[in-house]
């Protein structure tokens, strides 16, 4: 089955949606995402029983965190589908595409960023 | 372990508004465990601070590291080379924390990202409850195991007090009556005589009433 989605989406795999980390996410938009959204398995049927309901809410934290800091919470969301349900990923690709251009190319990529260093624990 | 709130990022912006480069520093004891101030929170502060002065055309650069405790000098110490070239600390410890680094590096703008709030446990994993009042007397022994002073709103010693109802404190009936919980506690331990006692005030100067505390263990001192 061949389907068309907007040619202009990046695909991170991950082993689960309850993988996702606040940093995760945070460092798609500094690294010039204009959107992202996160793509888990159907409610219920977490192989890990319950990683895409906490996906979900970690998703909700972030979203109101980018509202908080002034780049909008719209920018994230959070799907359920299956890995079977082709034809529903594309539309939830194009769906996004649409509200991100609505929204506008992402007021970071006009800015400079600033740099930023991690250094090993003191522990 | 000290329970800790992050601030508002607004306000913790406001603090370094007029920096360039800053230090964030987290704290992998108290602060880790509930989740307001360790490793994965300093980064998400330090991009969420990074973003928003970007967004401000007036960018931020960022230097993180968590410390094993920032209540102990020895694992400040190490944090010097690091505080040098920026403008201002963040510490993301609890209140003790933000002292000590700013006695250490006492030239530098050392700023809290945290309200210290109480003393208390994990009741589930996201749910930190107040359960001691750091009174220096404990009397625990008295009281089956519960504590009037910070679980009482009144904190009153010969409970309860008249607002005591169906188990709950007048305070909110979300709030249980601790001495209901002492009643309670103390009758199925057969020990309700120890409750007739009459306990007299309490001896406050062994709290904060006798200005700020010191422990010493000569013992253990080295030197
Ligand atoms: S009696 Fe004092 S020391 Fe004991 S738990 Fe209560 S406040 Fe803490
Ligand atoms: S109702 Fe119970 S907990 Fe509340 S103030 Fe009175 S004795 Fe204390």
Redesign the pocket.
Known sequence: MRLQYSSNIRIIEMPCSGTIDHRVLLQAFEDGADGVFVAGCMEGDCHFQKGNYRAKKRVNAVKKLLDEIGLGGDRLEMYNLSAAMGPRFAEIANEMTERIRQLGPSPLRKNKAGTSRKEGDVA | MIIAQQKPIKDIAAMIEDCKKVLLVGCAGCVTVCLSGGEKETEVLASSLRIMRRLQGNPLETVTITATRQCDPEYIEPLENLVKDVDAIISLACGVGVQYLAERFHDKWVVPAQNTMF?GGSRTHGVWEE??????????HR?GGI????RCSKSILNGPCGGSQYGKCEISKDVDCAWQLIYDRMKALGKLDKLMEIQPPKDWSKSRDGGPRKAIREDVMIG
Not at chain 2, 131 to 140: A, E, S, T, V, W
């Open positions: 003393v359960r001691c009042g750091l009174c220096g007397d404990c009397i625990l009281t504590c009037p002073i910070i």
